[in-house]
């Protein structure tokens, strides 16, 4: 957390506010974009955590306050991102269930399941998204291979052919 402090100093007509964020002067114009930038944070993180802008006037909330509420949304934040991933690893263990129940009530193997799956499912403009999206499981689950590293494979290993044909092709260069 940061540390905030305002000195206000008589400048012979008025009197200036002279703010400090761990110890080094900001202008209040700076404040005011400061407080404008946490409210903008909180304001997404209450969306993020609850599913709802949180609605407040942070024009007359100190930085202190402001700050102490950011960081118990970002706790809200990190809790809700801790729920959706239990809830991931629960419905992708029911899922894979309900895959071997079908395997075992005649589809005989994982592709016969999936597909009477994706035609129960009855949505073939968006195919596999819709299902992802109506079962809640995770956007990066592979459905053919049953696993949520795939995807993460896959690119690892196209990068890595990447990267060996850019090493082959600057080797050619150098002896060229």
């Known amino acids: 957390m940061n540390n905030y402090e305002v000195e ?4 012979g ?8 964020v761990n110890g080094e002067k900001i202008h209040e114009a700076h404040v005011l974009c400061l407080k404008d930038d946490i409210a903008s944070y909180i304001s997404d993180a209450s969306k993020d955590a609850y599913g709802s802008r949180h609605r407040f006037d942070h024009t007359v909330m100190s930085i202190t306050e402001l700050d102490a509420m ?3 949304y970002s706790d809200a934040v990190v ?6 991933e ?4 629960r419905n992708i263990a029911s899922f894979e269930a309900n895959i071997a129940t079908i395997i075992e009530s005649g589809a005989g193997d994982r592709a016969t399941a999936l597909r009477w ?5 009855g949505d073939d403009y968006y195919g596999d998204e819709s299902l992802r ?5 995770p956007w990066d689950y592979d459905f053919d291979h049953g696993d949520r590293d795939f995807f993460k494979r896959e690119a690892a290993e196209k990068n890595a ?3 060996r044909e850019f090493e082959i092709d600057c080797l050619e260069d150098m002896v060229a």
Not at 8 to 11: G, L, V
Not at 14 to 20: G, L, P, T
Not at 86 to 89: L, P, T
Not at 117 to 121: K, V
């Open 161 to 163: 052919a990447r990267a």
């Open 133 to 137: 999206y109506n079962l809640n499981l």
């Open 86 to 89: 239990a809830a991931h690893v």
């Open 70 to 72: 950011a960081a118990r």
């Open 117 to 121: 799956i994706r035609e129960a499912n």
């Open 13 to 20: 007509s008025s009197h200036d506010a002279i703010s400090r």
């Open 8 to 11: 206000y100093r008589w400048n």
């Open 79 to 84: 809790a809700a991102i801790d729920e959706e």
